[in-house]
């Protein structure tokens, strides 16, 4: 396992995360802390999770396990975010101080911890003012109940606001950003990225294989069926079957995380993690295993380090579509500059 500061901070984490989606859903609990005890065997110091994830369970498993192993938690950097719905009141969603509140206070609870050391804005709340939201991250740091302030799922310029807004009225920093990021959808190199960069904000991607599509096991203009997540539902999400399937682009891109995989004799997963965990502003990778076989497979990328060719094919072939303005090559232009040649 390799090891990064958490964004600008000085709090030390694994590159890879395991991500709790699944806990309480797909995983139950016996699945659930077998696949923490292997992650901590492994060497992961970081684990994610929400509120929204099974409503609750996902953080109340995190949480027995924690007390069945005492000696666990000084270990650990533990995230969870707020934001979605918990419940059929008003105010039981949102970024609003009276929602975040009552969220952060019950995520403690489950969890069983004092404080989260990462705290997070699960999506923008277009109802909240941005400095509500901000100002309630400080006054939680203050009383001691999160370490850190990050965001999930926001734009280019939410985050730019947000990060310049805690400048401004002297708040603590924004310090990491959790948006979906994979060699499938790299839009968020266009705004995000050089944001994250601008401002010293570590990337924690989520869904890192496409929703299973970057492990080679769909095919071709073959709908899958069976116990996968496309299988039980191909039209489930960014990751459904018939888009990606209809671009000429994601074949392209599995065929050379294939043979690089057949190369080194790894897996596709192995790979594509690799090559994530190597992009610009990247802190850590979050992992959504369903089954411990499964997050083995995905913590052999733990050390995995792709050489420059490589890394070349798999940029090239997965290249987003861009227009020439503003991201393409005419936008590029527009807003370089060299220094002037010298003597």
């Not at 990021?181 to 904000?201: D, H, S, T």
């Not at 299973?212 to 960014?238: C, F, H, I, M, S």
């Amino acid at each position: 396992m390799r090891y990064r500061t958490l964004g600008s901070t000085g709090t030390v984490v694994s590159t890879l995360c395991l991500g709790t989606m699944t806990f309480g859903a797909e995983t139950d609990e016996a699945g659930s802390f077998a696949q923490l005890d292997r992650f901590v065997e492994a060497g992961g110091t970081f684990i994610d999770t929400a509120d929204v994830y099974s409503t609750g369970v996902s953080e109340d498993i995190i949480g027995r396990w924690l007390r069945s192993r005492p000696d666990v938690r000084d270990r650990l950097v533990i995230a969870t975010k707020g934001r979605f719905p918990m419940g059929p009141g008003t105010n039981d969603a949102g970024l609003s101080r009276v929602h975040l509140t009552r969220a952060l206070d019950a995520s403690l609870r489950r969890l069983g911890v004092e404080a989260v050391d990462l705290y997070q804005a699960h999506a923008w709340d277009p109802l909240t003012p941005l400095p509500e939201t901000l100002r309630f991250f400080d006054d939680a740091v203050r009383a001691g109940k999160i370490r850190y302030a990050g965001v999930s799922n926001f734009t280019g310029w939410q985050l730019q606001k947000a990060a310049l807004l805690t400048q401004h009225l002297n708040l603590t920093p924004i310090v990491t950003l959790q948006p979906q990021y994979n060699l499938l959808a790299r839009e968020i190199e266009f705004e995000l990225v050089p944001v994250c960069e601008n401002e010293g904000i570590g990337i924690l991607p989520w869904s890192p294989l496409g929703g299973g599509w970057l492990t080679g096991k769909y095919q071709r203009d073959n709908t899958p069926t069976g116990a996968t997540r496309l299988g039980e539902n191909p039209q489930r999400g960014v990751e459904a079957y018939a888009g990606r399937n209809a671009e000429e682009r994601t074949w392209r891109v599995l065929d050379a995380v294939r043979q690089i995989a057949g190369d080194l004799g790894v897996s596709m997963s192995a790979v594509s993690l690799a090559w994530l965990a190597a992009r610009p502003a990247v802190t850590s990778v979050i992992l959504g295993a369903r089954t411990t076989a499964q997050l083995d497979d995905n913590l052999t990328a733990a050390d995995l380090v792709l050489d420059a060719e490589q890394m070349r094919l798999l940029d090239e072939v997965s290249a987003p579509p861009v227009g020439d303005y503003p991201y393409g090559a005419a936008g590029v232009r527009q807003r370089a500059r060299d220094l002037p040649a010298g003597s």
